[in-house]
């Protein structure tokens, strides 16, 4: 491009306009490059960086010199990023440096000092910025306040637990009216003492005058809402940043702590919140109040919930199936994680009453068994991600290899019963994602006895097979039995994931050659596909060597393909 003007100009523009530093490694920091950079701040619209790449930035368009005054120096107008539209900072990869209070504070200031210079700025991530000190805080909130065009903001941040409400509601009350999606996650920095006050849990008492300060009024733009983390919340906290949010229509709740009923806190909810159509609350922590979403389903106006995740922790019996019941018309994406307290005929219910239905995820040792999952017609044509794990209990390596004629009546009933369930996933012509699981065995080897739940999470999903769903073969009333041809109409699909490893302990019947040519002609879109689980140290060579040859094939012809994902303790999450 150097050696032609007129092209160098030409494409100037398209070099600039989204910069990545993550991805060009140490290209970006070398100064010459800052410099090159700081010439044509005026042509970059996106921007994905890092700490280092910002300070360096700084140092280019700023007479400051310590990083304490990076708050407030004076920047030249011609360094200012009037175009920039998209910031993504991630502060640092290094977790001991990502805690260090001093580090903390720097990246602050090389965050707020990119936020100040960007007066068009729209959308804003933040990756784990830790704040550690009250200092951090305040300029955090000065830096998204001064924001004036900001419409989505996305920020995870490492915090003390005790100090959820001070970080929570100054940010959410710090946001523009602009806004329209707010997304903040906290994590623990599990520290024994908070850095926020003199005690643990007791801030400052200017910090709360600080969050009585910032404007209380209605942010009428917003409508997404979603507070999250592993970190506990009081209800009223929630309660004071839900009641300023009267147009969202979705809502990602956090665990939250109150001595309250369900039944006097769910309809709060919809009392500041009426135009609510999405829910989420994906507990990561025990909370006194941890399905909260589930009562608010029951109260909502029927055919209005139109996207249901929710996560239970701990695992307790909760009436899903009738707080849904009255949604199951509008429902469009339903994600469920609640370990086995969630019942087959609850998952059943889902697939044959929601016509709607584009994304069902059943996760964490819930199942349906096999017999409920083909029990009446799926009502849902229109599926796009499916995740589940079937109970394959009455199916056996002598079922599958018996003439049709020898079979008991129970056996014939439950090969057709198998049979009904690949030719009704085969429809889903719209699946771009099948995460299918045998129900796999709880592994008590390695789970701990004085804890109920933690077998739970110790099911491998890897160790066992779908019985002949990846073979070709005759119908199922030929010996040599095979499904794989009922998937033939999943164009689309792009990834596969759950019982397909082709090593596991209780493969019966892997793919050979004539599968894997099926594959590269039928599924010209897949992109992952789980054959084969593996740590992510095994050296990728050695891998490659080992597999067998009709394996070589696939990758050879099919380059774009992964056949490989991480080795998971529990698929279901």
């Known amino acids: 491009m150097r050696t032609c003007r007129s092209h160098y100009h030409l494409g100037l523009p398209f070099l600039f306009r989204t910069v990545d530093t993550e991805k060009s490694g140490k290209l970006l920091t070398h100064s010459e490059c800052v410099r090159s950079f700081t010439r044509n701040l005026h042509l970059v619209h996106e921007i994905t960086c890092n700490s280092t790449f910002l300070d360096l930035y700084h140092r280019h368009t700023s007479s400051a010199t310590a990083s304490g ?6 920047t030249p107008s011609s360094s200012r990023l009037n175009n920039l539209t998209h910031l993504h900072f991630i ?5 001991k440096h990502l805690l260090a209070p001093k580090r903390s504070n720097e990246h602050i200031a090389h965050l707020n000092h990119a936020m100040r210079l960007s007066p068009s700025l729209r959308n804003i991530v933040v990756e784990l910025l830790p704040i550690t000190n009250e200092t951090g805080l305040l300029h955090l909130n000065r830096g998204i306040k001064g924001c004036s065009r900001l419409e989505t903001m996305n920020i995870t941040l490492l915090i003390p637990e005790s100090q959820t409400k001070p970080v929570a509601t100054s940010i959410f009350l710090s946001a523009p009216n602009s806004l329209k999606v707010f997304q903040l996650e906290l994590m623990n920095q599990n520290k024994s003492r908070s850095l926020f006050g003199p005690e643990l849990g007791d801030p400052n008492p200017w910090v709360q005058d600080y969050i009585m300060s910032l404007p209380q009024t209605p942010r009428t733009n917003l409508k997404e809402w979603s507070v999250v983390g592993d970190c506990h919340f009081v209800f009223e906290d929630t309660l004071q940043m839900l009641d300023k949010c009267p147009e969202i229509v979705t809502c990602g709740m956090p665990p939250f702590m109150t001595n309250l009923a369900d039944n006097y806190v769910a309809p709060l909810f919809l009392v500041y919140n009426p135009k609510l159509k999405s829910m989420a609350q994906w507990n990561k922590v025990p909370a006194t109040h941890s399905s909260v979403i589930v009562s608010v ?18 695992y307790t019996i909760i009436p899903l199936g009738s707080s849904l019941q009255g949604h199951f018309p509008s429902l469009i994406n339903i994600a469920l994680d609640c370990g086995a307290m969630l019942g087959s005929d609850t998952i059943r219910a889902i697939l044959v009453n929601c ?15 096999l017999q409920d999952a083909v029990a009446k017609p799926w009502a849902s044509t229109k599926i796009r991600k499916l995740e589940l794990a079937v109970d394959f209990d009455d199916i056996d390596k002598t079922t599958l290899d018996e ?22 996933i085969g429809s889903l012509t719209n699946l771009t994602h099948l995460d299918l699981k045998v129900r796999a065995e709880l592994n008590d080897n390695l789970s701990d006895p004085s804890d109920p739940f933690a077998t739970i999470g110790l ?12 073979k070709l073969g005759g119908d199922m009333t030929s010996r040599n039995r095979g499904w794989l041809n009922c998937l033939a109409g999943l164009k689309k699909l792009e990834v596969i994931n759950g019982s397909f490893a082709q090593d596991a302990r209780r493969a019966e019947s892997v793919m050979g050659q004539a599968e894997v040519e099926w594959i590269a ?31 070589k094939w696939l990758t050879k012809h099919r380059p774009d393909l992964d056949i490989t994902t991480l080795t998971p303790f529990c698929k279901g999450r």
Not at 297 to 314: G, S
Not at 526 to 537: G, I, N, P, W
């Open 297 to 314: 389903a029951k109260i909502m106006p029927p055919r209005t919930l139109e996207t249901f995740r929710y996560r239970a922790r701990p």
């Open 91 to 95: 502060p640092t990869l290094s977790y």
């Open 355 to 369: 016509p709607n239905l584009e994304e069902f995820e059943v996760r964490f040792h819930s199942y349906i068994r």
């Open 69 to 74: 005054a990076a708050f407030n120096s004076p």
């Open 403 to 424: 003439d049709w004629g020898k079979l008991s009546t129970k056996k014939k009933a439950v090969l057709r019963q198998m049979d009904a369930l690949y030719q009704r």
């Open 521 to 551: 002609t039928n599924w010209p879109k897949l992109t992952q596909a789980a054959f084969y689980y593996v740590d992510e140290k095994y050296p990728k060579k050695s891998f490659e060597r080992a597999l067998p040859p009709h394996m």
């Open 459 to 470: 099911c491998n999903y890897a160790d066992v097979y779908l019985p002949r769903l990846m």
